[in-house]
């Protein structure tokens, strides 16, 4: 550890050369020591051994900031930027996904999940929702050849689409154990903000039968 003002005083010549090693020494340990060098100057470095930080000068000399931290077997970067724009690095990439005029501004992804289901954003806009569930309501209005619910199931959506467009939306269905197949479709055209799934049936399903539902919708959040 060495740290020096880089200043030489007029001095006799022991003490000029004691003087010269001690500043040439302090520039190749990167005024290293626990507390910041007296003395500072604009574009300096400093090794800041409390804390294991490479510290450099800001160019109005008013401030220390933080190059890197030294760990180990690695160095740990706190923000690298290219161009202005923030590096991604794997404690970055899943986060919040945010833009502004169309440039993402946050994350690369971002999964969430409520009382509606789940939900996955791109930074490019891409969304997809998701959700699943079971009724046990009877599916027993004749429709046709078919027998469907009295009602269609009405879902939210776990994240709101783009405001006005309509979302691909995929549904499903199923029942528990055997028997009697049970499908599903879109009862409605889809809107930005859910979907109405109509279970149907080529038989009579009473209220004891437990019917499954799922669907997985694609569209764009901006």
């Known amino acids: 550890m060495s740290q020096h003002p880089y200043t030489i005083f007029n001095q006799s ?17 990167n005024s290293s020591g626990p507390t910041a060098p007296t003395t500072t100057y604009a574009n300096q470095t400093w090794y800041d051994t409390a804390n294991d930080r490479m510290m450099i000068r800001n160019e109005a000399n008013s401030s220390w900031i933080t190059q890197y931290t030294i760990a180990a077997t690695y160095l740990d970067i706190p923000d690298i930027r290219r161009n202005g724009s923030q590096v991604f690095s794997r404690d970055n990439i899943v986060g919040t996904v945010t833009q502004s005029g169309g440039v993402p501004t946050g994350a690369i992804v971002q999964r969430g999940s409520n009382g509606n289901g789940e939900f996955i954003r791109y930074a490019d806009g891409t969304q997809i929702c998701w959700d699943s569930g079971t009724t046990t309501n009877a599916i027993s209005t004749a429709d046709g050849t078919l027998y469907s619910l009295a009602s269609s199931i009405n879902r939210t959506f776990a994240t709101a689409f783009l405001t006005g467009t309509i979302p691909a939306v995929i549904p499903g269905a199923g029942r528990t154990g055997g028997g009697s197949a049970v499908y599903a479709t879109n009862d409605a055209t889809p809107t930005d903000t859910g979907v109405n799934l109509m279970l149907t049936s080529p038989s009579n399903l009473t209220t004891s039968v437990t019917k499954r539902w799922n669907y997985t919708a694609f569209g764009r959040w901006f």
């Open 13 to 29: 010549f022991p003490g000029t050369r004691a003087d010269l090693i001690a500043a040439l020494q302090a520039l190749a340990s």
